[in-house]
């Protein structure tokens, strides 16, 4: 891809990742009413539409909020610069297709949800299910030849984590049986690979947390959430 072409795709990439920090930052503050600007947790001031973009947030005052100076977090910057080079892998790994964008917006999707999980260890009903919903009948529609295999793998996906939660009740939540369902629809067959990677990581990152906490770091709750949205990004970029 081109350096013009990279740019015209990271830039909306950043403009869609302020957009889910916003939501993020909703949801991980119990606000109901959702907005496309940035809100200071603080004081309540409603940032501008350049400001409400972390990236240029930190450049322009550092991060800090321009009315009280309260600093915002590292995740702000980070979500929206993840965003703009996820859109920028996906169209590079797919080009501009209508599996491109549907790749794009998948992997959006996983990034808020991901960062809703580790803030606030909950898997929101109104974002993972109509994004399961959505991207099952975007990539039926782009790939109709290949409709079987989102629906099976969507399904699949979803009863086996169901299974596993059913088996070993506390171990997982009904949020990620229905991410299950979202990694299903918009892998299709890799949605195995996805799942052996996220479980592997989330094994590994609980290995390190025991050993350097101690064994009463096993009373701990790790969001598995984020492991299996790993493993759905790489699985679907390699």
């Known amino acids: 891809m081109s350096l013009g072409a990279t740019i015209i795709v990271f830039v909306p ?20 009413r959702l907005r496309l600007r940035a809100v200071c947790p603080q004081c309540g001031h409603v940032a501008s539409l350049l400001e409400s973009i972390a990236l240029f947030a930190y450049l322009l005052r550092g991060g800090k909020c321009a009315r009280c100076g309260a600093h915002r977090g590292l995740r702000y910057p980070i979500l929206e610069v993840a965003t703009g080079f996820l859109f920028v892998a996906c169209f590079t790994r797919f080009g501009f297709t209508g599996r491109g964008f549907v790749a794009a917006m998948f992997c959006a999707v996983l990034l808020v949800l991901a960062a809703i999980d580790v803030e606030r260890h909950i898997l929101p009903n109104a974002i993972v299910v109509p994004a399961g919903a959505a991207i099952l009948l975007a990539d039926i529609v782009v790939a109709p030849g290949r409709a ?23 171990s997982l939540g009904m949020g990620d049986v229905k991410l299950a369902f979202l990694l299903g629809a918009g892998l299709g067959a890799s949605v195995i690979l996805a799942l052996v990677l996220g479980f592997v990581a989330a094994f590994v990152a609980a290995a390190v947390v025991i050993a ?7 009373k701990e709750t790790i969001p598995i959430g984020p492991f299996l949205a790993l493993g759905a990004i790489v699985a679907l970029l390699i």
């Open 13 to 32: 990439g950043l403009a869609l990742g302020s957009m889910l920090n916003t939501v993020a930052s909703s949801i991980s503050q119990g606000r109901a």
């Open 148 to 170: 079987l295999e989102w629906v099976v793998a969507a399904v699949f996906a979803a009863g086996l984590l169901l299974a596993l939660a059913l088996a070993w009740r506390g």
């Open 212 to 218: 350097s906490r101690g064994i009463d770091a096993r």
